[in-house]
């Protein structure tokens, strides 16, 4: 027996089991028999298990060099490294489904067993919506799009992983933007289960915020080394070219942002439920549709796979998932009615509904963007293109628009703000932008749109810095030092200043993107041995070409000196590979160097034997805050994602009382019209708080 024999039998099995716990849950939910549900519980985990083993059976294959396996012999061979090989697993289009089914499976498990967080009317319905998805991903994987194909002849040798993903980042970038597409499942599945139950009150936003959160922190790491790895293996000197597929990933990321920040209008005032209930459905079916995107051949991508019928049934299924959802959204309609009106616009929950405008209407620019070729090649028969400058021109306003509204957000009290204390809360951050916009065009900035940029950028990060420290100012004055004070505000109010830790993230991602887009400087020049080009203060001495060949590869690199400031920095060697299978698709080994905040980008775009070479050099200033903004906004979602400790119950003889002039960023309780502040414990909601909340 092969592998390849247990993978297709442990896939057959999961799809029995998957349909089982449709009808089981349902059955369970309807009549009341809890049994029914304990057994549709276990049938997710029997799922799970099946789907794991059908991985580790293509895993294992590959690791074997079973070439009678289809699926082995087109995306590996004896050459490739063993960590290449095993990455080899969701290479492909059946092996990346697989995947896809794999994590739906063990998220499903894991909520499984921690389904005692979620209401219990809640959990047969969720369990019924992700196995209904797993049914369609198994259906298939075991028709269409089988990953356990044999051949006729086994082959001696395969054909080999796509050149492409012969690179570290390989063995992260896709398998975290997969799992990130999938991770929206069980938002979604919440979703649709509180649709069907009608239970749309704010118990099921505090079920689906730390799920929702865990995709967006996923879906942001997806991005982050998305955006890494184009930087390093494509050669174009850039991290983000608005490539459809890069957009239909970015499509899913914005809604469930929009989504992250509204949630928080509704559970404190009630408002904003059609918002929400809207942006999980859009966050599913967008992840959805980007995988159909990628899937079905339509677009043209370097990252896209190659045309397959499997696109048409992700459009039937994407079809379906909308139009169920759309049904159960308009059943529900009634029980979606605010409970609150706005009492003004300048308050908080103003400000995350200005932010939700602002994301979505992103989202729909860059959707428009992305789908217009296919609209005009079906309306006028000829393909227009979209390029980075229409997402420039459009998304690019709105971008600082957002930035600065980030900034003023916090600064905002709920339900509204007296221009008194607006003034006073944001002159701090408008001297900051002052001084930023006043200074720049002494440091040679001229460009009045990276002026404004940056401007709006140190706005908000003043805005956020001086939050944090008036927050850490009110613990101090009570007892605690500075370091501590600061450690235990994110320890109690993660989601507070977490948030704030992913916004300071953004804003530190935005400028590098500002800086790297309005600053970068390109050169390239055709040199000969001896000769050098200068760019942007760097001087590159050329010595000629090195030449290797091994068995499965030639390697081609340019020998080159870096100088700066008159001193020898050091030697790179910009170069390229022909892989033997794919000869006629040469990889880029870039040269990137660090130096300070700009790095020093080398690039061989062509060469002549041994004695000639066409280098392209680009000076890309502040695209290490790109990566420093990603790393800071995934520890923020992690921090707001945590869980929090248990906390003990907290009587009001135990408040210390001490009034607060500015109650914005200070921890404070309400009751009675009464401010308090609270130095050693945790802020409750007290009996009688009002609901709209006076903090």
Same mark, same amino acid.
């Given at each position: 027996m092969y592998f390849s024999d247990i993978g297709i039998i442990s896939l057959i099995l999961a799809l029995g089991f998957a349909v089982f716990t449709m009808v089981v849950a349902t059955l369970g939910a309807s009549r009341g028999l809890p049994q029914l549900i304990a057994s549709a519980k276990r049938s997710v985990l029997a799922v799970a298990f099946f789907l794991i083993l059908a991985s580790a059976a293509l895993i294992a294959s590959f690791l074997t060099h079973d070439f009678g396996l289809s699926y082995v012999a087109q995306h590996s061979n004896l050459a490739m490294p063993l960590y290449y090989t095993a990455s080899a697993f969701y290479g492909g289009q059946e092996g990346s489904l697989l995947y896809w089914a794999l994590m739906l499976s063990i998220f499903s498990a894991i909520f499984v067993l921690t389904a005692k967080r979620a209401p219990s009317v809640l959990v047969p319905y969720v369990m019924v919506t992700l196995m209904g998805i797993e049914t369609f991903l198994?259906? &298939? *994987?075991?028709?269409v799009s089988n990953p356990f194909v044999r051949l006729p002849v086994p082959l001696a040798d395969g054909v080999g992983l796509n050149p492409l993903l012969m690179d570290p980042g390989m063995l992260i970038h896709p398998?975290?933007? *997969?799992?990130?597409?999938?991770?929206?499942? &069980?938002?979604?599945?919440?979703?649709?289960?509180?649709?069907?139950?009608? !239970?749309?009150?704010?118990?099921?936003? @505090?079920?689906? @915020?730390? %799920?929702?959160?865990?995709?967006?922190?996923?879906?942001?790491?997806?991005? &982050? *080394?998305?955006? %890494?790895?184009?930087?390093?293996?494509?050669g174009w000197g850039g991290y983000w070219g608005w490539d459809p597929v890069e957009n239909a990933a970015l499509l899913p990321w914005l809604t469930a942002t929009a989504f992250l920040h509204s949630t928080m209008v509704q559970e404190r005032r009630?408002?904003? !439920? &059609?918002?929400?209930?809207?942006?999980?459905?859009?966050?599913?079916?967008?992840?959805?549709?980007?995988t159909f995107e990628v899937r079905s051949g339509i677009i043209n991508s370097v990252h896209s796979f190659a045309y397959s019928a499997i696109g048409a049934y992700f459009l039937a299924f994407l079809c379906i998932v909308i139009l169920l959802s759309i049904a159960l959204f308009v059943f529900r309609l009634p029980k979606l009615r605010s409970e609150q009106e706005f009492d003004s616009v300048i308050s908080r929950e103003g400000s995350f509904l200005l932010n939700n405008l602002l994301l979505v209407g992103i989202m729909f620019a860059t959707l428009w963007g992305t789908l217009f070729p296919l609209i005009s090649n079906a309306v006028r028969h000829q393909t227009l293109t979209v390029g980075p400058p229409f997402y420039n021109q459009v998304n690019g306003p709105i971008f600082i628009i957002l930035i600065l509204a980030m900034g003023i957000g916090p600064l905002l009290a709920w339900r509204r703000t007296s221009p008194r204390a607006l003034w006073r809360n944001l002159g701090i951050p408008a001297l900051a932008a002052a001084i930023c916009a006043a200074v720049l065009p002494l440091l040679g900035i001229r460009d009045a749109w990276a002026n404004i940029a940056f401007a709006v950028c140190s706005f908000t990060a003043c805005a956020i810095l001086y939050e944090m420290w008036r927050g850490v100012r009110v613990r101090h004055h009570h007892g605690e030092p500075y370091l501590f004070a600061l450690y235990m505000l994110f320890e109690r109010y993660r989601q507070r200043y977490g948030g704030y830790l992913v916004h300071l993230g953004l804003v530190m991602l935005a400028v590098g993107i500002i800086g790297s887009h309005f600053f970068q400087v390109q050169q390239d020049a055709v040199l000969k041995p001896g000769q050098e080009m200068d760019v942007a203060g760097y001087k590159l001495v050329y010595f000629g070409n090195i030449d290797r060949t091994y068995p499965d590869v030639e390697i081609l690199t340019a020998q080159l000196q870096v100088w700066r400031d008159g001193q020898l920095q050091q030697f790179i060697y910009p170069g390229r590979q022909l892989y033997t299978s794919f000869a006629n698709q040469p990889t880029s080994l870039i040269s990137i160097t660090t130096y300070g905040l700009t790095d020093l980008y080398v690039f061989l775009a062509d060469w002549n034997g041994a004695s000639e070479a066409t280098i392209r050099v680009f000076v890309n200033p502040l695209v290490p805050l790109v990566w420093l903004g990603g790393i800071i906004m995934l520890v923020g979602g992690i921090i707001c994602w945590w869980p929090p400790r248990r906390k003990r119950p907290i009587t009001l003889s135990e408040l210390k009382a001490v009034p607060v002039p500015d109650p914005v960023g200070a921890m404070v309780v309400s009751s009675g019209g009464e401010t308090l502040v609270s130095p050693s414990v945790d802020i409750i909601d007290l009996p009688n708080e009002n609901k709209g909340g006076k903090t």
């Amino acid at each position: 027996m092969y592998f390849s024999d247990i993978g297709i039998i442990s896939l057959i099995l999961a799809l029995g089991f998957a349909v089982f716990t449709m009808v089981v849950a349902t059955l369970g939910a309807s009549r009341g028999l809890p049994q029914l549900i304990a057994s549709a519980k276990r049938s997710v985990l029997a799922v799970a298990f099946f789907l794991i083993l059908a991985s580790a059976a293509l895993i294992a294959s590959f690791l074997t060099h079973d070439f009678g396996l289809s699926y082995v012999a087109q995306h590996s061979n004896l050459a490739m490294p063993l960590y290449y090989t095993a990455s080899a697993f969701y290479g492909g289009q059946e092996g990346s489904l697989l995947y896809w089914a794999l994590m739906l499976s063990i998220f499903s498990a894991i909520f499984v067993l921690t389904a005692k967080r979620a209401p219990s009317v809640l959990v047969p319905y969720v369990m019924v919506t992700l196995m209904g998805i797993e049914t369609f991903l198994l259906i &298939v *994987l075991t028709t269409v799009s089988n990953p356990f194909v044999r051949l006729p002849v086994p082959l001696a040798d395969g054909v080999g992983l796509n050149p492409l993903l012969m690179d570290p980042g390989m063995l992260i970038h896709p398998p975290m933007l *997969l799992m990130g597409y999938m991770s929206f499942s &069980v938002p979604f599945a919440l979703a649709v289960a509180a649709m069907i139950t009608g !239970k749309l009150d704010s118990e099921w936003l @505090r079920s689906i @915020r730390r %799920w929702m959160l865990a995709a967006w922190s996923i879906q942001t790491l997806g991005l &982050v *080394l998305g955006a %890494w790895w184009a930087y390093h293996v494509l050669g174009w000197g850039g991290y983000w070219g608005w490539d459809p597929v890069e957009n239909a990933a970015l499509l899913p990321w914005l809604t469930a942002t929009a989504f992250l920040h509204s949630t928080m209008v509704q559970e404190r005032r009630g408002m904003l !439920k &059609v918002w929400n209930l809207s942006l999980v459905i859009a966050s599913f079916a967008l992840s959805i549709f980007g995988t159909f995107e990628v899937r079905s051949g339509i677009i043209n991508s370097v990252h896209s796979f190659a045309y397959s019928a499997i696109g048409a049934y992700f459009l039937a299924f994407l079809c379906i998932v909308i139009l169920l959802s759309i049904a159960l959204f308009v059943f529900r309609l009634p029980k979606l009615r605010s409970e609150q009106e706005f009492d003004s616009v300048i308050s908080r929950e103003g400000s995350f509904l200005l932010n939700n405008l602002l994301l979505v209407g992103i989202m729909f620019a860059t959707l428009w963007g992305t789908l217009f070729p296919l609209i005009s090649n079906a309306v006028r028969h000829q393909t227009l293109t979209v390029g980075p400058p229409f997402y420039n021109q459009v998304n690019g306003p709105i971008f600082i628009i957002l930035i600065l509204a980030m900034g003023i957000g916090p600064l905002l009290a709920w339900r509204r703000t007296s221009p008194r204390a607006l003034w006073r809360n944001l002159g701090i951050p408008a001297l900051a932008a002052a001084i930023c916009a006043a200074v720049l065009p002494l440091l040679g900035i001229r460009d009045a749109w990276a002026n404004i940029a940056f401007a709006v950028c140190s706005f908000t990060a003043c805005a956020i810095l001086y939050e944090m420290w008036r927050g850490v100012r009110v613990r101090h004055h009570h007892g605690e030092p500075y370091l501590f004070a600061l450690y235990m505000l994110f320890e109690r109010y993660r989601q507070r200043y977490g948030g704030y830790l992913v916004h300071l993230g953004l804003v530190m991602l935005a400028v590098g993107i500002i800086g790297s887009h309005f600053f970068q400087v390109q050169q390239d020049a055709v040199l000969k041995p001896g000769q050098e080009m200068d760019v942007a203060g760097y001087k590159l001495v050329y010595f000629g070409n090195i030449d290797r060949t091994y068995p499965d590869v030639e390697i081609l690199t340019a020998q080159l000196q870096v100088w700066r400031d008159g001193q020898l920095q050091q030697f790179i060697y910009p170069g390229r590979q022909l892989y033997t299978s794919f000869a006629n698709q040469p990889t880029s080994l870039i040269s990137i160097t660090t130096y300070g905040l700009t790095d020093l980008y080398v690039f061989l775009a062509d060469w002549n034997g041994a004695s000639e070479a066409t280098i392209r050099v680009f000076v890309n200033p502040l695209v290490p805050l790109v990566w420093l903004g990603g790393i800071i906004m995934l520890v923020g979602g992690i921090i707001c994602w945590w869980p929090p400790r248990r906390k003990r119950p907290i009587t009001l003889s135990e408040l210390k009382a001490v009034p607060v002039p500015d109650p914005v960023g200070a921890m404070v309780v309400s009751s009675g019209g009464e401010t308090l502040v609270s130095p050693s414990v945790d802020i409750i909601d007290l009996p009688n708080e009002n609901k709209g909340g006076k903090t």
